[in-house]
């Protein structure tokens, strides 16, 4: 997997980001999940049949790649829906064993519908270059300012050292306590990378995305 961008810094022409009918989540052999926003984006990325252990549209199915008869892969027929319990054990194992590439962390999902929404949701914001008409916010001591991306908000953190005192909410509605793993201990307290746990809704403004 070469993991080009997707976005090239722009985001879909969409309202709410990731809300594309056709974009795909392929878990690879090797357990990382990544996010595409099209079949023709993912194919290219994608470089031999046994690359991706399962493909998934927004709807659950889960797909394998073949080859066509000049040698190019594409995308094979389904398989039928995706285990819902496997699909969120090897997502809970991937987020543990990759948190600085997957920082949000929702709430347990005790549904397949859920967990689907989550991943796509999560595997946009965590890739997005930009998003358009709902950007994050973050308040700090009451300050709200509102990043574009999640990697502006991780860099507007660096320069909190009192987390505690943050709530970020995200393009979907989502919030979350930003929690800053544990660097060195001669680090100055905003060094280490920032994860995000969701926690009940705090924000209480219209026009956010519940």
């Known amino acids: 997997?070469?993991?080009?961008?997707?976005?090239?810094?722009?985001?879909?022409?969409?309202?709410?980001?990731?809300?594309r009918p056709?974009?795909?989540?392929v878990v690879d052999e090797g357990g990382d999940f990544s996010y595409y926003p099209s079949e023709a984006a993912m194919l290219k990325d994608l470089e031999y049949v046994d690359e991706a252990a399962c493909i998934l549209d927004r709807a659950g199915n889960n797909y394998r790649l073949t080859m066509d008869k000049d040698r190019h892969l594409r995308l094979g027929p389904s398989l039928g829906t995706v285990e819902f319990?496997?699909?969120?054990?090897?997502w809970t194992n991937n987020q543990h064993r990759n948190m600085q590439t997957h920082p949000?962390?929702?709430?347990?999902?005790?549904?397949?519908?859920a967990l689907l929404a989550g991943l796509f949701e999560m595997l946009y914001l965590e890739h997005a270059g930009r998003t358009t008409d709902a950007p994050w916010v973050l308040e700090v001591d009451g300050e709200v300012?509102?990043?574009?991306?999640?990697?502006?908000?991780n860099n507007l953190l660096t320069r909190v050292d009192h987390l505690e005192r943050v709530t970020v909410h995200d393009p979907f509605g989502h919030d979350y306590q930003p929690i800053r793993?544990?660097?060195?201990?001669?680090?100055?307290?905003?060094?280490?990378?920032?994860?995000?746990v969701e926690v009940p809704g705090r924000f209480k403004r219209s026009g956010t995305h519940h």
């Open 22 to 25: 056709n974009d795909y989540v």
């Open 145 to 153: 300012t509102h990043p574009a991306t999640l990697q502006e908000v």
């Open 181 to 196: 793993h544990a660097g060195h201990r001669f680090f100055f307290p905003a060094a280490g990378s920032v994860y995000y």
């Open 85 to 90: 319990n496997w699909l969120r054990q090897a």
């Open 1 to 19: 997997m070469k993991r080009i961008g997707f976005t090239n810094g722009t985001a879909p022409d969409t309202t709410v980001p990731g809300t």
């Open 104 to 113: 949000l962390q929702r709430f347990y999902p005790t549904t397949l519908e």
